[in-house]
């Protein structure tokens, strides 16, 4: 079932006009919970809980909880992804670069002019170089990285006029919850990580 975009600027986040066919968004709200009052981070929520879900399986895996979605221009789920950085012994899986991948693998392109890419935690410079040139329209992030943060905490790579592609930025989608399954994994994991 496709999650559908919130309302964005007509002329779109790169000054152009936003694709036709786009369609007008209603906020997903699973059965029986209340929907978010918020029209800007609301909209988003059903796919940061898809994310949620995601960063789960990293830290079952004994990686940081991170999870990603990157949703098509029509909101449906091209890709998913979470930190496989233990898993696989690589410094690059990060969550991010990982949905990515695999959203490009699917549709054949690496330009993913439309997409959207959810992520419960601030990206950071490596994913937000990939963000820039993977073309995505928007970023949607969770909780901030006050430490490393690439999309507005410390650094705003993302939005940096000196780049040719400036995705949109929705921070603090359900914040409060993503923050707390990485407060959680690391009180319980330790510093080791």
């Not at 496709?2 to 002329?11: F, K, L, S």
């Not at 709200?29 to 949620?52: I, K, Q, Y």
């Not at 098509?72 to 991010?96: F, I, K, M, Q, Y």
Request: charged share 25%; hydrophobic share 40%.
């Amino acid at each position: 079932m496709p999650i559908p975009h919130p309302p964005t600027n007509p002329r779109g986040s790169t000054g152009r006009p936003a694709p036709a066919g786009r369609p007008d968004p209603v906020p997903a709200v699973p059965a029986g919970t209340a929907g978010s009052a918020d029209p800007v981070r609301g909209p988003w929520e059903a796919a940061m809980r898809l994310a949620l879900a995601e960063a789960a399986r990293a830290a079952a895996g004994g990686d940081v909880p991170v999870g990603a979605v990157v949703l098509a221009a029509d909101g449906s789920v091209l890709a998913t992804g979470h930190n496989e950085r233990e898993a696989a012994g690589d410094p690059t899986a990060h969550a991010e670069v990982l949905a990515l991948r695999r959203a490009a693998a699917r549709t054949g392109e690496w330009r993913l002019n439309g997409c959207t890419l959810v992520v419960t935690l601030e990206p950071c410079t490596m994913c937000a170089g990939a963000l820039v040139q993977s073309r995505v329209d928007r970023v949607v992030y969770g909780a901030r990285d006050e430490k490393a943060g690439a999309a507005g905490s410390l650094w705003d790579l993302v939005r940096d006029r000196r780049l040719n592609h400036r995705p949109e930025v929705v921070p603090g989608v359900l914040e409060d919850a993503c923050s707390h399954a990485l407060t959680r994994f690391f009180r319980d994991r330790g510093p080791e990580l």
